[in-house]
């Protein structure tokens, strides 16, 4: 059979079809609800910066944004559901560390791949890590600590109520030159933070919130903290590159993610709406009132932080040697 010739200018639209195929969505996007998905369980910091924004989404889209919590598997569910969600703007995820980057490092079974699977949309806020230690062990700075740990080999026991809080410990005794510590695993932050306080334990490098009381009432003491500037609301506190270890770098996050091949003029037009957002006055406040410091930004914002991620915890679980579970 002899097909038929075909002009060049139906070559050309045949060609453009799929480019302009993008812009079409997204100029008919949105036309429903919009979901976001939190892969843990409602009452987080998570949830509650997911709804604090989606709540304040909806009118500049003209659609409601329903937030629903699928958590368990520490993400991988909620972010799981997510990935397979078709990639027209309609699902979005709650990202953090965990679901977005260090999974694939820690586990060796995943139902999905956050690199190729997921993309970033835009940052809400970053949560610093805090490294605390019981008042009653003496000391009053990270050198003094190390000194501690390196004249009593094993001495000092750290906590993880995750791994998360492992790698940021690794991160710390890796950058330090080696610190002869012992590993104590918790199921959970509760569990950890009472033997924390009860002196059954010597170090946590957590999320600094949850210990804001603590230190208040003088039972726990910050030695440093993680990012690379001081924390608003702990400003006497240095962060540990000012105290000598040089490249330490660790904060939690919370941003919007999508399904990968989500049209980026629809991540735009989230990112752009989610940044305005963020910069609201009250929403600052609430944000800075859970312990956290307003982010906001673009997608090429975002996509550069995931990249840093993937880099800094992927080589952190190779030095630590930690195995997937």
Same mark, same amino acid.
């Given at each position: 059979?002899?097909?038929?010739?075909?002009?060049?200018?139906?070559?050309?639209?045949?060609?453009?079809?799929?480019?302009?195929?993008?812009?079409?969505?997204?100029?008919?996007?949105?036309?429903?609800?919009?979901?976001?998905?939190?892969?843990?369980?409602?009452?987080?910091?998570?949830?509650?910066?997911?709804?604090?924004?989606?709540?304040?989404?909806?009118?500049?889209?003209?659609?409601?944004?329903?937030?629903?919590?699928?958590?368990?598997?520490?993400?991988?569910?909620?972010?799981?559901?997510?990935?397979?969600?078709?990639?027209?703007?309609?699902?979005?995820?709650?990202?953090?560390?965990?679901?977005?980057?260090?999974?694939?490092?820690?586990?060796?079974?995943?139902?999905?791949?956050?690199?190729?699977?997921?993309?970033?949309?835009?940052?809400?806020?970053?949560?610093?890590?805090?490294?605390?230690?019981?008042?009653?062990?003496?000391?009053?700075?990270?050198?003094?600590?190390?000194?501690?740990?390196?004249? $009593?080999?094993?001495?000092?026991?750290?906590?993880?109520?995750?791994?998360?809080?492992?790698?940021?410990?690794?991160?710390?005794?890796?950058?330090?030159?080696?610190?002869?510590?012992?590993?104590?695993?918790?199921?959970?932050?509760a569990p950890a933070r009472t033997d924390l306080l009860a002196g059954r334990v010597q170090l946590v490098i957590e999320q600094a919130p949850a210990f804001l009381e603590d230190f208040r009432a003088g039972t726990?003491?910050?030695?440093?903290?993680?990012?690379?500037?001081?924390?608003?609301?702990?400003?006497?506190?240095?962060?540990?590159?000012?105290?000598?270890?040089?490249?330490?770098?660790?904060?939690?996050?919370?941003?919007?993610?999508?399904?990968?091949?989500?049209?980026?003029?629809?991540?735009?037009?989230?990112?752009?709406?989610?940044?305005?957002?963020?910069?609201?006055?009250?929403?600052?406040?609430?944000?800075?009132?859970?312990?956290?410091?307003?982010?906001?930004?673009?997608?090429?914002?975002?996509? $550069?932080?995931?990249?840093?991620?993937? $880099?800094?915890?992927?080589?952190?679980?190779?030095?630590?040697?930690?195995?997937?579970?």
């Open positions: 059979m002899t097909l038929p010739k075909l002009s060049r200018r139906t070559l050309l639209g045949a060609m453009a079809a799929p480019a302009l195929a993008g812009p079409a969505v997204a100029q008919a996007w949105p036309n429903r609800p919009i979901r976001v998905i939190v892969p843990f369980a409602a009452g987080g910091t998570t949830d509650l910066m997911t709804r604090l924004i989606g709540e304040r989404l909806g009118a500049p889209l003209g659609q409601q944004v329903v937030v629903e919590n699928r958590g368990g598997a520490f993400g991988m569910l909620g972010a799981d559901a997510v990935a397979k969600a078709p990639a027209d703007g309609y699902t979005l995820l709650a990202g953090s560390p965990g679901p977005m980057v260090v999974n694939p490092f820690v586990y060796k079974s995943l139902p999905y791949d956050p690199e190729r699977d997921l993309c970033g949309v835009c940052m809400i806020a970053s949560v610093p890590y805090v490294m605390a230690v019981p008042t009653s062990l003496g000391v009053n700075s990270v050198q003094e600590l190390l000194a501690l740990a390196r004249a $009593r080999p094993n001495s000092i026991n750290f906590a993880t109520s995750g791994m998360a809080s492992r790698l940021t410990v690794e991160l710390f005794r890796a950058l330090a030159g080696g610190v002869p510590m012992e590993m104590v695993q918790y199921r959970g932050g726990l003491k910050p030695l440093a903290v993680g990012g690379t500037r001081r924390f608003r609301l702990l400003p006497d506190v240095p962060t540990l590159q000012e105290v000598g270890i040089a490249g330490y770098e660790a904060e939690a996050w919370m941003g919007y993610g999508a399904p990968a091949g989500t049209p980026m003029a629809i991540r735009e037009r989230l990112a752009t709406e989610i940044d305005r957002i963020v910069k609201m006055p009250e929403v600052q406040e609430r944000l800075l009132s859970w312990g956290s410091e307003p982010v906001g930004g673009t997608v090429a914002d975002m996509e $550069r932080i995931l990249a840093e991620e993937r $880099r800094r915890w992927g080589e952190v679980v190779r030095i630590a040697g930690i195995e997937r579970e």
